[in-house]
């Protein structure tokens, strides 16, 4: 079982970060962080959708969503073990924003699916080096 970071935590018992199915949906309405802060981390970006716990391993999520195991997804480039879903960029982006736990299991860093054009394949980024920076820059 992998440890959601303490800070990941407090975010949510302090409603700074989405506590229930809910609370996510509204992020369709108003966002969390705004556009600029989103495109420092993501310049592509326009959009964050941060999703409530439970947060659950690439690997449960790819037992129920063939998108994990395709091609778009990138596999290749994660551990489905040692990665928790935390959001994405919104409805449709399929670009999801990963803890990725591979070279600290105490502090893991934040990953993002970027897509890329022309025939290039989709990779894995690193958004922040750790949650508390990705926390930081987006101003939450």
Do not use: C
């Amino acid at each position: 079982m992998l440890a959601v970071p303490r800070l990941l935590d407090e975010l949510v018992a302090g409603g700074r970060w989405p506590r229930t199915s809910q609370e996510s949906l509204a992020q369709n309405l108003k966002p969390l962080a705004p556009r600029e802060r989103i495109r420092a981390l993501a310049p592509e970006e326009d959009w964050l959708y941060l999703l409530p716990p439970p947060f659950y391993t690439v690997r449960h999520q790819s037992e129920g969503n063939p998108f994990w195991l395709s091609d778009m997804a990138a596999p290749h480039g994660i551990d489905f073990d040692l990665a928790l879903d935390i959001g994405d960029f919104g409805l449709g982006s399929d670009a999801p924003i990963l803890l990725d736990y591979r070279e600290d299991a105490a502090s893991p860093r934040v990953i993002r699916l970027r897509w890329a054009g022309g025939g290039k394949g989709n990779e894995w980024v690193v958004m922040a080096p750790d949650f508390g920076s990705f926390v930081a820059a987006l101003g939450l």
